[in-house]
């Protein structure tokens, strides 16, 4: 009976399962769904803001998956030294990496590690509970705050940044997270491109969405936008970035409006410095640029500082070598072909990558349905050769003899429990448990290991 290991419970892991046990032409496959984490769902649980409640609920999809005879959840187990790659190949017919892109991109500018610096993967790990996010208390002092990147994820923190109490407290988000933002000053944010609108990475919707914020005013400069020819002349621009475009320029033609927040969108201004004051983030000296007509931007020699007590990089996401299987530190990938892993060019039997780790950090949570299915169908092709070994024993037995205590599913489902009763404790709906010890607690108190 083929037994496949699927590294990574998120989107695109748990796409690949339902495309093993669905497309039926591996008979009788059975999936176990290794998890670092003690939770399913990756970036959909640690990564898609609180409220984004229907982004969110996309987790029952992905439940149903996870929930099959044929699929096992198996979290808790970290792919690494102590269960290196070379081992999985010896406990399963074939695996398939699906560790996403954990790290960030960095800016390589003077005053990045400077107190209240931080990227914007750390705010969204610590608004999100994930058990490893440090707690820096983030916006306690701020009253300006500055994103840097155009992308979804500086959208995402902008917008939590500009929340108010009332819309948090309906969220999962952990309790401490809830009272620091409750308390939050911020009254100026702002969320700043090194290119033009016609450039920016974002979403019409999400971007919309900021103009539906209660008393919060978004705001921005005629003058900066018509820098940028695409949005003089938006006719060749592709639909989705016309409509970005459009929206600003509705945005520009507005009066302004009195309101306890504002969110500033600038364009044109690329960061050079994190500016220092009394041994902590102060402000962020930026260099204006010009369109070079070739879609990029040169630097015009006049620079521009916005001061601000927070600063969140929001540059992208990077992927992370993971010990014993290739990487290439340019893309942030591990070198495939059609998602089956090369070792110096040549493919690697049984091993597969699917996700961000294969394609790098881009594209919505749907875009991973189609790169796992192509990574399974090279699977599929590749199965009368891979399955063709005799497994010793059921891995799990594998797994636990190697030192691994998995987190199975009633485990996990404990701590969906627990999160339910302790929101009922704090008069909210569920609300996330932001530490090991207290998820681990809740997971093996069901199992009473
Ligand atoms: P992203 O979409 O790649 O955007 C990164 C932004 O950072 C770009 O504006 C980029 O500008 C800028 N940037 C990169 N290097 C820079 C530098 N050195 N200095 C200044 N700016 C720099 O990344 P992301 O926002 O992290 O999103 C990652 C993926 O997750 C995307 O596919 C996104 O759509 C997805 N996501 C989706 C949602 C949603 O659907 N609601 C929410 C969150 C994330 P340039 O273009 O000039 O490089």
Redesign the pocket.
Known sequence: MPHIAVVGSGPSGVYTAQSLVQQGSVPDVRVDVLDRLPCPYGLVRY???PD?EK?KSLQNNLRTVLHEDRVRFLGGVEVGPALPPAKLLELYHAVVYCVGAAAD?R??VPGEELPGSWS?TDFVAWYSAHPDARDDGFVRGVRTAVA?????????VTRMLARGAAELLPTDMPQAALDVLAASEVRDVYMV???GPS???F?TK?LRELATLPDTEVVVEEGELTLDPGYRDPVALPAAVRRNVEVLRSWAARPRRDAARRIHLRFFL??VEIVEGGGRVAGVRFERTAPDGLGGVTGTGRHEEIGAQLVLR????RGVPLEGLPFDPGSGTVPHLAGRVLRGGVVSPGEYVAGWIKRG?????GTNRPCAKETVASLIEDAPAVVRKELAQDPLTGLLAAGVRPVEWDGWRAIERAETALGLTLGRGSVKIPDWAGLLDAARGASGA
């Not at 840097?148 to 995402?156: L, M, S």
């Not at 929001?314 to 996401?317: F, N």
């Not at 950090?361 to 949570?365: A, E, F, N, Q, R």
Request: glycine share 18%; no cysteine; aromatic share 2%.
């Open positions: 990564g898609v803001a984004h982004i991109r800016l390589g914007a840097i990147g155009v992308g979804n994820v500086a959208v995402d491109g090194r290119r450039q920016a990475r979403t999400e690329r960061p929001s540059v992208g996401y950090p881009t594209g919505v949570i």
